[in-house]
């Protein structure tokens, strides 16, 4: 380490401006390529590619066909839409989607039309010769009549789509359900645009005055997301302008006069009004009865320009208005942001060479490169001024001396963080091992641009402030911005006077969060990222409280489905499959019961069922010479291909969605269920499925439960899994290197373990409150950890670095102890206010996900200060006690000395 911080320091001092041109051109080649890295549109195969789950969907998209459906709901001023104006807002619907160009996407299969209205049972009874009704007590005596007409299982589909309220003796109804099915794409964009078609469809229907019809679907949402894409790009802006604002209070030296006050000052609320015009349009979306509506409407460009050019204007005011004081100001921030803007280029750039698309978890990379940005650069500014301004040294001697020190700390927080993100390129998820390399290459990218690129460009401005004579050190010991290590600094009484008593309060809190964690939920919903301002959300959350309308739940079944054990083995599961919670079925006359849905045994069943209104004679024949018997088996040793056959030339439409073939062998079937489970009862429906198709397995074939709920649930359980063992070895390979690295720059490695003992708990701090505050895990609360190693393990490492070099220059721990905190405490407060302040502002999102998100960024990264200022100080002092207790020295000081280049620092060279 010592031999690359030298290295490093030396390229700085004599080839500055090599450094420059190179980072730029470096910058200019790997930002092209940055620009192509996007979100791959599948995110799922991401996360869980070889899940079985997730084959199955593709599998029977590719091989029976998909659809979509979107819903309509329609409601009515009078409280009731089975009236004669509801028969003529669905009959106007149905007109209206039919005769626009998105006709032309609409799936219309037998028995199964593709625009199916609450009101069918009295279509059905029009078309089947009864008058049309002119009165609401017509349009109710036509449904009851209508729906006697059709059969059992389609009744139950139909009262489905009426709302929880609905009276069947009196055909009363607060809500009804359209539901329209469409063409599937395998391309996003058209899928999206699919779903527009039909809903601009829908309402351009005319109604009456008294109907309101809803249109939703989950593509519906995706196909309107400008305004979500928007607002988030808003409050990424209003971060990076919190942040800027922030690093220039931090940033700020010591003023000259009442003027470079003011100047500053007005330079700060000018910021302060760009951060204002930026959080406007979500204020007014989240607070609409405190903040004007018109604010909502406020264009991003128009809050880009707006912001620039305040900014624009207060980096003017201070580099004109005050050029040898308030200038150092603008070009420290403005450099800082700079390259922390170019480390994020580098790792989107690398991540295209080597990755092409984005996976879910690479998305919020920016955020620990900005957080590790702010830290680094922070503690090397603060460094590099400490020695600029006293004994009278030389800017180079300055920054030589600011790059051994502060370089070594940096070193090893950026070796020991990227080796353990490095640990997750072995993991089966192919996101996380995507995660964990572009982490490590962007901390990595980060290290050296603030150790080459930000020095570089800071000599070459203070060499020329040097010989003009404008260059003043003794501005550099701080202004105001001096207050926050001095607050800091008053924390070492904790480790000097209560370092037993805060061990015991950091371990207990850290024993009641492990409990806590053992409560924290596991949820994903694709509602959450629904705008709460979004009237698609609402529809939603009323489609799902008021209805009882079953979602698809699919079961794919492979290999040799035409032997005779293929058939007896689906038949018993499909029959299991009807003692399964949450699978809708149906009870005939006779007492039997069987699951809903268009499966193939539902479908040969009703062709080979002799009191069925789809008897065919003619299969059911063949099935008799197949072997079929009462029981509807067939011996095991038979062949059913016979049957298959018959049915697929006379009804090919109905069997290509539930029966498959290879070169004309049938190797694959398809059972559908109508299920309730949703969202939260997915896994278990899964399992239970599965658990019912064990006959069909032991017959020979495979078979699989999937669906769109089972699939997310089946991705958040693998993140959670993966992500405890990614944790584990992230935190263990930091702890091998801190132990190694500690035995050989000062003979005790076990430094290493204290340093990384308050990582381990902030992040079971983390996860405590998460579960404590009702927070669940998912895939975007998921990163959290991975934030808080990736904070937290260089926040550890500079307090224990700066302590040690404390140490050879007090005589006493306590003395040492507060030094620590005023310098690097003080520059870590700095780091985390900034980082704090600018992403704690995606609170004030109208997605729960994000507010969440920032929320828990925000309490990570301020429990990472608390532990680096109070619980490390405390436990590095108890250290030294014990040693000094045993009659030792804490630490080999030579050594120590040695490991961290002491003379080549203070000599500059």
Request: proline share 5%.
């Amino acid at each position: 380490m010592k031999t690359l911080v030298n290295g490093l320091a030396g390229i700085v001092h004599k080839a500055p401006w090599a450094v420059v041109i190179i980072t730029l051109i470096v910058s200019f080649v790997l930002g092209g390529l940055g620009g192509q890295f996007q979100p791959a549109e599948d995110q799922n195969e991401s996360f869980a590619p070889e899940a079985a789950e997730l084959t199955a969907a593709t599998t029977i998209a590719e091989r029976f066909g998909a659809v979509q459906r979107l819903q309509v709901m329609t409601s009515s001023t009078t409280g009731d839409v089975i009236t004669l104006e509801g028969l003529e807002a669905a009959t106007a619907l149905e007109e209206s989607i039919r005769a626009s160009d998105a006709a032309s996407l609409l799936v219309d299969a037998p028995n199964s039309p593709a625009i199916l209205s609450y009101m069918a049972p009295v279509q059905f009874a029009v078309q089947a010769g009864a008058p049309v009704p002119t009165s609401d007590a017509e349009v109710k005596a036509l449904y009851a009549a209508g729906l006697e007409q059709v059969p059992p299982e389609f009744q139950q589909f139909l009262v489905a789509l009426l709302s929880d309220d609905a009276d069947a003796s009196t055909a009363t109804a607060e809500l009804g359900l359209t539901s329209i099915t469409y063409e599937s794409s395998d391309d996003f964009d058209e899928l999206a645009a699919n779903a527009l078609a039909i809903g601009e469809a829908v309402l351009a229907a005319p109604t009456p005055d008294t109907i309101t019809n809803e249109p939703f679907s989950v593509e519906l949402i995706f196909a309107s997301g400008d305004d979500f894409q928007e607002e988030i790009l808003r409050l990424l802006l209003a971060a990076a302008l919190i942040i800027i604002l922030v690093l220039a209070i931090v940033f700020l030296v010591k003023p000259r006069n009442v003027t470079d006050r003011a100047l500053f000052v007005v330079g700060a609320l000018l910021m302060a009004a760009g951060i204002g015009v930026a959080i406007a349009p979500n204020l007014a979306l989240v607070f609409p009865d405190i903040f004007p509506e018109s604010w909502a409407d406020i264009s991003v460009g128009t809050v880009a320009i707006t912001t620039l050019l305040l900014y624009t204007a207060a980096f003017l005011l201070w580099t004109f208005g005050s050029p040898r004081r308030l200038r150092r100001v603008a070009s420290d921030t403005l450099l800082t942001f700079l390259t922390i803007g170019l480390a994020i280029q580098w790792t989107n750039g690398y991540g295209f060479l080597r990755f092409e698309d984005q996976s879910q978890l690479v998305q919020i990379l920016p955020i620990l490169l900005i957080g590790l940005g702010v830290d680094y650069a922070i503690h090397m500014n603060t460094r590099y001024r400490q020695e600029a301004s006293s004994n009278n040294k030389t800017v180079d001697v300055a920054i030589g001396t600011a790059i051994r020190t502060v370089g070594i700390a940096l070193v090893l927080a950026t070796v020991t963080t990227a080796v353990g993100f490095l640990t997750n390129v072995t993991n089966d998820i192919p996101a996380l091992a995507e995660f964990g390399e572009l982490a490590a290459f962007g901390i990595v990218a980060s290290f050296l641009l603030m150790l080459t690129f930000v020095p570089s460009v800071r000599l070459l401005l203070d060499r020329r402030g040097e010989r003009k004579g404008t260059f003043e050190p003794e501005a550099l010991e701080g202004g105001d911005s001096r207050a926050l290590p001095r607050f800091i600094g008053r924390f070492s009484w904790l480790a000097k006077h209560a370092a037993v008593a805060t061990v015991i309060v950091a371990l207990l809190v850290t024993g009641l969060s492990a409990y806590s964690m053992t409560n924290l939920s596991t949820k994903f919903s694709f509602l959450d990222f629904v705008p709460t301002t979004s009237p698609l959300r609402d529809t939603a959350v009323t489609l799902e409280e008021r209805f009882d309308f079953p979602e698809t739940t699919s079961v794919l079944v492979e290999g040799d489905v035409a032997a005779g054990a293929s058939w007896n083995g689906m038949l018993a599961s499909y029959l299991n499959a009807a003692d399964v919670e949450n699978v809708n079925t149906i009870i005939t006359p006779l007492g039997a019961e069987f699951p809903l849905g268009n499966s193939l045994m539902g479908v040969m069943f009703q062709f080979l069922n002799p009191g069925g209104d789809q008897f065919d004679q003619d299969l059911f024949n063949v099935a008799l010479q197949v072997g079929f018997t009462q029981e509807r088996t067939v011996p095991p040793d038979s062949n059913v291909a016979p049957l298959y056959d018959a049915a697929v030339e006379k009804y090919p439409e109905i069997m290509a969605s539930v029966l498959a073939s290879t070169n004309g062998v049938y190797d694959a079937a398809l059972f559908n269920f109508d299920t309730t489970a949703g969202e939260d009862g997915a896994g278990q429906l899964a399992e239970d499925l599965n658990a019912a198709f064990a006959p069909a397995r032991e017959a020979g074939l495979a078979t699989v439960a999937t669906s769109n709920f089972i699939i997310n649930d089946l991705v958040v359980s693998v993140l959670r899994d993966s992500q405890v063992s990614s944790l584990a070895l992230t935190l263990t390979a930091a702890l091998l290197l801190l132990v190694i690295n500690f035995w050989f720059e000062s003979r005790r490695p076990m430094l290493g373990v204290i340093t990384t003992i308050p990582v381990a708990m902030v992040v079971v701090w983390v996860f405590g409150i998460m579960a404590a505050l009702n927070i669940p895990f998912g895939p975007v609360t998921a990163t959290i950890s991975a934030l808080g190693i990736g904070i937290g393990i260089p926040y550890m490492i500079h307090v224990t670095h700066r302590y040690l070099e404390e140490r050879t220059e007090n005589e006493s721990e306590n003395d040492a102890v507060e030094e620590t905190l005023i310098h690097t405490g003080g520059a870590l407060a700095g780091s985390a206010v900034t980082t704090i302040a600018g992403f704690g502002i995606l609170m004030i999102s109208t997605t729960i996900p994000f507010r969440q998100f920032g929320f828990v960024i925000a309490y990570t990264i301020l429990l990472a200060l608390i532990a680096a200022v109070c619980v490390l100080p405390s436990m590095l002092v108890l250290w030294d006690r014990w040693h000094r207790n045993r009659g030792e020295e804490p630490f080999d000081e030579a050594v120590f000395e040695k490991a961290i280049g002491a003379d080549a620092a203070e000599s500059g060279a």
